[in-house]
């Protein structure tokens, strides 16, 4: 099947469930488009024909989720999330969202990882721990794609917002370098030296920063230098796809250089360079920009259910997980609280509330369906792709729905007039 064929596909199943969810369900687009395509996926699998199921098996399978999401995806929603969030909001809340997307994410996997290892091996799973800990790497980090999706929808505190967008802006950058470096050394490709994997992180980390303010500021120059809405937004398309694929050519953190480079554009560029024609004609865009991915990510997300193998063992492990990660979580954003509360006021409420908004979604998936072949058993892979599965379902779903009545019952029936 060509590009074109699943594209054409992919596009109408989106358009024809987010139709059906607005006259029917009117859940929020993208967790409607999801359950929708899991529900479908759900039909086919328990009463569908052997012929429809082998047919819907082979069109998902030759979709590449891993190259789909992080490779095409993931430049425009980042870029479009950082557009929108105010700098100076950011570096009110710098530490916060430093101490969680860095030390907050670090200790979130190794403790996932370690938990995980004892749960797959109660119901006979057989995943090394050095793989355990990878798992833990790509499920800690919390996903832009479905906090910004869903916070558009609930009202909560200007500070708030802003931490747990910060958060899941900066951590995917972050969880990404992490990722690499677990899996270069459970695959024993990586020399698991302190040398080695600071002077990756620097590389990744620093230089997918870097990128990301010269591209950006490169950018905002062009800009400012001229008024015509239609070259602005052909510019900041350019500055989306050659600045990500000049990051991946470099190896350095493609997701991060997005996120600087969206927040200068937003910021200093929205002020500065443009117009309030441009602006007007900028937001539109990259708004359906974000809409129209974040529907075929979430599609996607609903129709993967087709590639995962539903063993007992590995279902019951992976349910257990969400609690494990759910608990994980907790600790990790307990950290800055405890950190901080002496310089600053806390609300009673904004760990709980941390906790449940830290949801999963795409790029786990995707991490999780790039695991190696080679040096991992199909039994452990399709164990971790499991429980990765689950979490992300039970995190949009569950948690993406009930976030708003978790805000309202924590905070009041006004939590957007509080600050945290």
């Not at 993931?74 to 997307?101: M, P, R, T």
């Not at 558009?152 to 972050?174: A, H, Q, R, Y």
């Not at 052909?234 to 989306?240: G, N, P, Q």
Request: net charge negative; glycine share 12%.
């Amino acid at each position: 099947m060509s590009l074109l064929d699943t594209s054409a596909i992919l596009l109408t199943l989106a358009a024809v469930f987010g139709y059906i969810n607005h006259r029917v369900f009117k859940l929020p687009t993208s967790i409607g488009i999801l359950l929708i395509g899991l529900g479908l996926s759900l039909l086919l699998l328990i009463f569908g024909g052997d012929d429809l199921r082998r047919s819907a098996d082979a069109f998902v399978s030759q979709i590449d989720f891993n190259e789909t999401v992080m490779n095409v995806m993931l430049s425009f929603l980042l870029f479009a999330g950082a557009l929108h969030v105010n700098l100076g909001d950011l570096k009110e809340q710098k530490w916060v969202v430093a101490i969680l997307a860095s030390a907050g994410l670090v200790l979130s996997t190794f403790l996932v990882g370690t938990i995980s290892y004892f749960v797959f091996g109660m119901f006979g799973l057989n995943v090394p721990f050095l793989w355990c800990l990878v798992f833990g790497s790509l499920i800690s980090p919390t996903d832009p794609v479905a906090v910004l999706g869903i916070l558009k929808k609930v009202g909560v505190p200007k500070s708030l917002e802003t931490k747990i967008t910060g958060e899941s802006l900066f951590n995917d950058g972050v969880g990404v370098v992490v990722y690499l470096v677990l899996v270069g050394i459970a695959g024993g490709g990586t020399d698991p030296t302190v040398a080695s994997v600071g002077t990756l992180f620097l590389v990744e980390v620093g230089g997918g920063l870097l990128l990301g303010g010269a591209v950006g500021y490169l950018a905002y120059w062009m800009l400012k230098t001229i008024d015509n809405y239609q070259v602005e937004i052909l510019i900041t398309l350019a500055l989306v796809v050659g600045g990500y694929q000049l990051a991946t050519h470099w190896h350095l953190s493609g997701p991060l250089a997005m996120v600087v480079a969206g927040l200068m554009i937003g910021n200093q560029g929205r002020v500065m360079a443009m117009s309030d024609e441009t602006r007007h004609h900028l937001d539109l865009f990259w708004e359906l920009i974000d809409e129209v991915l974040n529907a075929l990510l979430f599609l996607l997300i609903g129709l993967e259910i087709f590639i995962l193998d539903w063993s007992g063992p590995a279902l019951l492990a992976g349910c257990l997980l969400i609690v494990v990660v759910l608990a994980s979580r907790m600790t990790a954003v307990s950290l800055p609280v405890i950190v901080l509360r002496r310089s600053r006021e806390f609300s009673p409420g904004v760990i709980r509330i941390l906790t449940w908004g830290g949801l999963r979604g795409g790029i786990s998936v995707a991490l999780a369906l790039a695991l190696p072949k080679d040096g991992l058993e199909e039994g452990a892979r399709q164990a971790i792709l499991m429980a990765t599965y689950l979490v992300v379902i039970f995190s949009i779903a569950v948690q993406g729905l009930t976030l708003k009545p978790v805000i309202t019952r924590l905070m009041g029936p006004s939590p957007e007039a509080k600050d945290s």
